[in-house]
């Protein structure tokens, strides 16, 4: 059973910056496709960042230049980096991944952005 693990959210003013982090097993940061999601209550959940195993990224328009998504070194975390946070990016942020044709998912950790 893969378990993801997610913290780092938390309230933060317009303009600042949070670093998520989604911690698992070696043998599944390292082997899976991995991404950050994020869900507005009455919204469908939405791709933020995505990595696969080789290091390949992509993001979310809203998202591009401001957040970046990569594992740690010792590829047992993923995180995500958002800088120049705005109102809208205030959401549940889950952590998923990929791994031997399954999906698995975190159990979500709340980012607030409000002055």
């Known amino acids: 059973q893969v378990q993801l693990v997610e913290s780092g959210g938390g309230l933060v003013q317009p303009g600042g910056s949070l670093r998520l982090s989604c911690a698992a097993s070696?043998?599944?940061?390292?082997?899976?496709?991995m991404g950050w999601y994020r869900q507005v209550p009455g919204q469908q959940r939405e791709l933020v960042a995505a990595?696969?195993?080789?290091?390949?990224?992509n993001y979310a328009d809203p998202v591009k230049g401001r957040f970046t998504i990569f594992r740690d070194n010792a590829k047992t975390t993923v995180c995500l980096q958002m800088n120049r946070l705005k109102t809208e990016d205030a959401a549940v942020y889950f952590c998923?991944?990929?791994?031997?044709?399954?999906?698995?998912w975190g159990q979500g950790t709340p980012v607030t952005v409000s002055s």
């Open positions: 070696r043998g599944v940061v390292s082997n899976a496709a």
């Open positions: 998923d991944a990929n791994f031997l044709l399954q999906s698995y």
């Open positions: 990595i696969t195993p080789a290091g390949s990224t």
